[in-house]
């Protein structure tokens, strides 16, 4: 199962696409040029253009999988507990943090967006305002008491 926003999953859907339709035409047309240089036994255009068709397959086939697997992320309409796609403000000691929670594949720490599946990410799941959740940290345990969930 992937958690993805309905903007991500358009956006690996137009991926696909264009793999499907661009890629394998440029990818045959890489194989048959390389084709016109001979023997293929120690032809290294035809070479590069078998892996990168390989790669390419095996990202067309990723894309699949994360598609059919892909559960969409709903807008946290509940405000009392948080969820995949709950934004959560939070303290930790005097200072206040500001946390979206989403699917692994979405995560960007550095922009405040936490995996479900990072240690708060998964610490913060159902908790409810007024919560405290602990998680061990490289420095120690943190805590960090949630203030607000929108």
């Given at each position: 199962?992937?958690?993805?926003?309905?903007?991500?999953?358009?956006?690996?859907?137009?991926?696909?696409?264009?793999?499907?339709?661009?890629?394998?035409?440029?990818?045959?047309?890489?194989?048959?040029?390389?084709?016109?240089y001979g023997d293929l036994s120690e032809n290294s255009e035809y070479t590069d253009a078998k892996d990168a068709q390989s790669k390419l397959e095996s990202r067309i086939f990723e894309l699949e999988e994360i598609i059919r697997s892909a559960v969409l992320i709903k807008k946290n309409f509940r405000k009392d507990t948080v969820n995949i796609g709950s934004t959560?403000?939070?303290?930790?000691?005097?200072?206040?943090?500001?946390?979206?929670?989403?699917?692994?594949?979405e995560a960007r720490p550095e922009a405040n967006l936490i995996s479900n599946e990072s240690p708060l990410g998964e610490a913060f799941l159902d908790k409810k305002v007024g919560d405290t959740v602990e998680i061990e940290t490289p420095s120690g345990k943190a805590k960090y008491k949630i203030t607000k969930i929108e």
């Open positions: 199962m992937t958690y993805l926003s309905k903007e991500s999953l358009e956006e690996l859907k137009k991926e696909l696409e264009s793999l499907k339709k661009d890629g394998r035409m440029e990818i045959a047309e890489r194989l048959k040029r390389a084709k016109e959560v403000e939070a303290q930790k000691g005097i200072k206040t943090f500001r946390y979206t929670i989403v699917g692994s594949r």
